[in-house]
């Protein structure tokens, strides 16, 4: 499965991110939190400019599940590959 093990971390790490960082975004890669962001936006940049094509993985820090859409994606700023 991808992204396995940055939400195994993710979960991991989730009652401390909640106590510390609520309502921002995670920057995971591996094991390692890389910070908490105030936007998707800014986290994904963070992770492309220190990874680029490698996986990582933005996360919203919140007790629930929330869908999360990707903006760049639905305005044409990138595109999906089938």
Not at 22 to 42: H, N, Q
Not at 43 to 50: K, T, V
Request: no cysteine.
């Amino acid at each position: 499965m991808a992204l396995e093990k940055e939400l195994a971390t993710f979960e991991a790490m989730k009652p401390e991110l909640l106590r510390n960082h609520s309502g921002k975004f995670a920057l995971i890669r591996s094991d390692a939190f890389l910070g908490a962001f105030d936007t998707a936006e800014s986290a994904y940049q963070e992770g492309i400019d220190r990874f680029g094509r490698e996986s990582f993985l933005v996360k919203r820090i919140s007790e629930t599940e929330e869908p999360l859409r990707n903006h760049a994606l639905f305005s044409g700023l990138m595109h999906a590959r089938l």
